[in-house]
């Protein structure tokens, strides 16, 4: 009976001894990081484009890739693709193709391309490149005598190149001429035609200029939008401007992508095409070096880490590992300390939400919606509803409630709090419903009590899940999880007293 008692014990061990080693092997042989560091900044790109291949149709893709050049250097790329395609990569003036090619094709087709860029130790607005031609006049007809106003209108405003230059990008944002701009842009007015129309304007005053497309490197970022701006060619340098009012300047984090009217990606052969863009900030650059090694000194290792799923994934899995070290927060917190809380994973659910709503913020949002989830289960007590439609009536009412409440703080600029909508709906309603249950069983004053120890232990599990040093660890070492699985065992037959229980039988135990 002793032996079978240990059992627990024994199975953690088995599962904790290798996972720890496991982590002690890629600290020290593999030289994984225990810290981040943030010293230099790089960034993971991924393209994802997808199509649909025509029935029995030769196929043809074509993508425009990112290149060293400005601030950026691209220090890691590969593509992944479904199939056996064609692949060459071609260089066509400052742009950087790569082609697919393919017979024939069923089934939705996916390309992937990643590649990690690394920023230069110095940034200049200003490089050498070779003036392109000047566009042939792209307006006709009377568009030409609508250009003409508007060039004249910025040269009598203007003394130099500069100064001309934004009056340009000041008469096309400000809608000076109205009924021209209308007549230009030909009802489009999103900020690739206002770029688009800032270029042919440059081109027709004979000054050189061309449309550049890129992205604004971020953290986490998931489709990204293409951004647009354009370059000038002075006598000894180039300088880039964008569409923009209140600074015209081209941030230093926006990454060239390449250069034309063309779009990102051309398909022949295929229909319903996306490109999606997926930008995560590298952890540190000492981790893109230990990722790179690992690729050619362990490729079977690399195969199956964390850091080959696509980007999307890894952010997905970034919030997953926290839920094993949320669990054994839980477990001795109940456990050992003795706190009690709503269910057991409430408040891990909670907690992830917190993320996106910051504390201070979850927690009142949290607390309006319980007590007006209370007040509609307590409506409906009168109407004696069974449990499924009383349910189904509480989350319609708790959705329409944080409908409105996004609505009105929308309105008044609180943007941040409208990822309220991020908490989990059904978990919001099985703890209303519970608490109803404690509220009429077991009085007022219990059902408050729980519900606050659950933020209570949302609020630690929150204030723990979001240190950078444990986010590092938890995502560069997953293994991570089953040693925390092997302490939850450890702890599973726990029947000792609690840490509360001292305090509140201490004289007792004296």
């Known amino acids: 009976m002793k032996t079978n008692s240990n059992k627990h014990y024994k199975l953690a061990l088995i599962i904790f001894v290798p996972s720890f ?34 029935y029995k149709t030769p196929i043809k893709v074509r993508m425009y890739l990112p290149q060293s050049k400005d601030s950026f250097v691209i220090t890691d790329e590969n593509f992944l693709k479904k199939g056996a395609y ?51 006049n792209e307006f006709i007809g009377s568009q030409v005598l609508a250009a003409n106003t508007l060039i004249e209108h910025a040269k009598s405003r203007s003394a ?42 440059l081109n027709m005053a004979q000054i050189p200029a061309r449309i550049v ?31 923009n009012s209140s600074n015209y300047k081209v941030p230093y984090n926006f990454l060239p992508w390449y250069r034309g009217k063309n779009s990102l990606a051309y398909i022949s052969g295929g229909t319903d095409t996306h490109v999606g863009i997926f930008i995560r900030k590298n952890i540190e650059s000492e981790i893109s070096n230990v990722v790179s090694e690992a690729k050619i000194q362990n490729p079977t290792l690399y195969k199956f880490s964390l850091f080959n799923l696509p980007l999307d994934m890894q952010r997905v899995f970034q919030i997953l590992l926290l839920f094993p070290l949320g669990g054994i927060i839980i477990v001795i917190i109940r456990n050992i300390i003795g706190i009690n809380s709503l269910g057991t994973f409430i408040p891990i659910l909670i907690a992830i939400s917190f993320r996106e709503t910051k504390l201070f913020n979850g927690l009142c949002l949290f607390s309006i919606i319980i007590a007006f989830g209370l007040g509609v289960m307590f409506f409906l007590d009168r109407l004696k509803l ?29 943007e941040r709090n409208v990822s309220i909508a991020l908490f989990p709906m059904i978990i919001l309603t099985m703890v209303i419903e519970r608490l109803s249950i404690i509220w009429e069983e077991q009085g007022s004053t219990k059902a408050i009590k729980l519900c606050a120890t659950t933020l209570l232990v949302a609020a630690i599990i929150y204030l723990i899940i979001t240190n950078s040093i444990v986010t590092h660890l938890m995502f560069v070492f997953p293994e991570l999880a089953l040693c925390f699985l092997a302490l939850a065992l450890s702890l599973g037959r726990y029947t000792g007293y609690r ?11 004296e």
């Open 21 to 54: 080693l496991f982590f002690l092997f890629k600290v020290v042989f593999l030289n994984f990081p225990l810290f981040p560091n943030n010293d230099a900044v790089s960034y993971t790109i991924e393209a994802k484009l997808s199509f649909k291949p025509k």
């Open 213 to 243: 497309h890129g992205v604004e490197l971020k953290s986490d970022a998931r489709d990204v939008k293409l951004e647009h701006w354009f370059e000038v060619f002075g006598k000894n340098r180039i300088t880039s401007y964008r569409m």
């Open 386 to 414: 069974l449990l499924v439609p009383r349910l189904t009536v509480v989350l319609t009412s708790v959705i329409i409630f944080i409908l409105v409440m996004s609505m009105l703080m929308h309105n008044l600029g609180f």
């Open 86 to 136: 064609g692949e060459s990569i071609n260089q066509a003036g400052d742009n950087r193709t790569i082609n697919w090619t393919k017979s024939e094709a069923s089934g939705e087709q996916f390309f992937f391309y990643r590649a990690v860029v690394q920023e230069s130790s110095s940034y200049s607005n200003d490089k050498e490149d070779k003036a392109p031609s000047l566009a042939i």
């Open 499 to 509: 840490l509360t229980e001292c305090f509140r039988f201490g004289s007792i135990l």
């Open 160 to 201: 130099d190149l500069e100064s001309f230059i934004h009056e340009i990008i000041k008469v096309i944002l400000d809608n000076t001429y109205e009924q021209e701009l209308n007549h230009l842009l030909e009802g489009d007015k999103s900020d690739l035609k206002k770029t688009e129309l800032a270029v042919s304007l």
